[in-house]
C-alpha cells in the first residue's frame, strides 16, 4: 500500500526535532482526523532556507511527508519552498493512496504557515503565499478521507 520512500521517511523520519530562535514556526491541524504537524524553519539573511525541522503528531503519511518535505525545502529560497507543494512531496515519496493525500496538504500547508510567520516578523511580503489555515480540513476535500 505504501511506496518504500514512504516507509523509509516513516521509519526513518529525517529533520525531526525543534530549532530554537527559528526564523519561522508555522502549526497546522486537521480536526477531522486530530494529526498536529509544526514546521520550524532557519532562513538566513539572503532569504535561503538553512534549516528546517518538524515534529508531527499524526499518521504514518502525515510524519513521511513532513520528512520529506523538510528534505525538499532546505537550501531553498523562501520562494522556491513554495513550489514544494503536497504534489511535489507525493511525487517524491513516489506516491501515496488516496486517502492519505490530504495528510501531505498538512505538510504544504505546515510550510506556508512558517513562512507567513518568517514573513511577519520581517515585515516581508512573499509573493504567492496566500495565509494559511489552521485546521486543513477546511481544504482538504471531503472525499479524501
Ligand atoms: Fe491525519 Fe494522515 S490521517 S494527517
Same mark, same amino acid.
Given at each position: 500500500?505504501?511506496?518504500?520512500?514512504?516507509?523509509?521517511?516513516? *521509519?526513518?523520519?529525517?529533520?525531526?526535532?525543534? !530549532?530554537?530562535?527559528?526564523?519561522?514556526?508555522?502549526?497546522?491541524?486537521?480536526?477531522?482526523? +486530530?494529526? !498536529?504537524?509544526?514546521?520550524?524553519?532557519?532562513?538566513?539573511?539572503? +532569504?535561503? !532556507?538553512?534549516?528546517?525541522?518538524?515534529?508531527?503528531?499524526?499518521?504514518?503519511?502525515?510524519? &513521511?511527508?513532513?520528512?520529506?518535505? *523538510?528534505?525538499?525545502?532546505? +537550501?531553498? *529560497?523562501?520562494?522556491?519552498?513554495?513550489?514544494?507543494?503536497?504534489?511535489?512531496?507525493?511525487? &517524491?515519496?513516489?506516491?501515496?493512496?488516496? #486517502?492519505?493525500?490530504?495528510?501531505?496538504?498538512? &505538510?504544504?500547508?505546515? #510550510?506556508?504557515?512558517?513562512?507567513?510567520?518568517?514573513?511577519?516578523?520581517?515585515?516581508?511580503?512573499?509573493?504567492?503565499?496566500?495565509?494559511?489555515?489552521?485546521? #486543513?480540513?477546511?481544504?482538504?476535500?471531503?472525499?479524501?478521507?
Amino acid at each position: 500500500m505504501y511506496s518504500e520512500k514512504v516507509m523509509d521517511h516513516f *521509519t526513518h523520519p529525517r529533520n525531526v526535532g525543534e !530549532i530554537e530562535d527559528a526564523s519561522g514556526v508555522g502549526t497546522v491541524g486537521n480536526a477531522k482526523c +486530530g494529526d !498536529i504537524m509544526r514546521m520550524y524553519l532557519d532562513i538566513d539573511e539572503n +532569504g535561503v !532556507i538553512r534549516e528546517a525541522k518538524f515534529k508531527t503528531f499524526g499518521c504514518g503519511a502525515a510524519v &513521511a511527508t513532513s520528512s520529506m518535505a *523538510t528534505e525538499l525545502v532546505k +537550501g531553498k *529560497t523562501v520562494q522556491e519552498a513554495l513550489e514544494v507543494t503536497n504534489k511535489a512531496v507525493m511525487e &517524491a515519496l513516489d506516491g501515496l493512496p488516496p #486517502i492519505k493525500v490530504h495528510c501531505s496538504l498538512l &505538510a504544504e500547508e505546515a #510550510i506556508h504557515a512558517a513562512l507567513w510567520d518568517y514573513a511577519e516578523k520581517n515585515g516581508l511580503t512573499i509573493e504567492g503565499l496566500e495565509k494559511p489555515v489552521n485546521d #486543513i480540513a477546511e481544504k482538504a476535500p471531503e472525499e479524501d478521507y
